[in-house]
């Protein structure tokens, strides 16, 4: 399997556990919601969505509306599938969400990843949030010591690409280390708040919560998407 048909299988889990949905509104979550598979046409979707219930994670059904089933009898076309996810499909969304290797730093992954932060474990989120700095900290590096060595040679438009090339990198570092702080504030409110003696049941029921999102007006994160940031 392709990195790329994986992040999208990751993507359809997660959206799948949200709610069951038809190829349609699959394809427009994915284009609207996530917008890293803008590119991504039926074409894409369906083998990935049969792939999904040859393995047992996903189970085609009938629509659920009468009407559109009649409606589609009398038109001679076929009743919408709606895929639902399964124990298995859930159980394997779930291992995927609490992977933190390479793969999940890199650009598509990381912006897939982070669509679905809020399901995942604070201490995950912490691993990936901090691979990705790393990642991009390494990139960065590079960036500085190739304008280094090239700027002599670069005309002035070059020069000022490079650069917006750079300043997109910085920033994205930027909003890293502020939602690493945050990740590490909310971590030590839990652990020194009187919920620090509650019961382990509902500690863990709280432990992927989005709580730590930083809150502070005008300020935009960046598209870790963003092509100008590869």
């Not at 990935?48 to 009407?67: Q, T």
Request: glycine share 8%; with cysteine.
């Amino acid at each position: 399997m392709s990195r790329r048909s994986g992040i999208l299988e990751f993507a359809v889990l997660g959206l799948l556990r949200e709610a069951p949905m038809h190829g349609y509104e699959l394809r427009k979550r994915l284009n609207t919601s996530l917008g890293i598979f803008r590119a991504f046409s039926y074409g894409t979707l369906y083998p990935c969505l049969k792939a999904l219930v040859a393995n047992g994670w996903l189970v085609e059904e009938p629509g659920s509306a009468p009407e559109d089933a009649l409606a589609a009898s009398l038109a001679g076309r076929r009743a919408k599938i709606v895929y639902r996810l399964t124990a298995e499909g859930k159980e394997h969304f779930e291992e995927l969400l609490s992977h933190t290797g390479p793969d999940s730093w890199e650009d598509e992954h990381f912006a897939a990843r982070f669509a679905f932060f809020g399901q995942t474990e604070r201490e995950v989120r912490m691993r990936v949030l901090e691979g990705r700095r790393s990642r991009l900290e390494e990139r960065l590096e590079k960036m500085r010591a190739s304008l280094a060595r090239t700027r002599e040679r670069l005309d002035d438009y070059t020069l000022e690409l490079q650069r917006h090339g750079m300043e997109s990198v910085e920033r994205e570092v930027r909003w890293l280390n502020e939602l690493i702080e945050s990740e590490r504030a909310g971590r030590d409110q839990r652990r020194s708040g009187p919920e620090a003696s509650a019961d382990p049941a509902e500690q863990n029921k709280t432990s992927g919560e989005t709580g730590g999102l930083p809150r502070h007006g005008g300020s935009t994160r960046p598209d870790p998407s963003d092509d100008t940031a590869k």
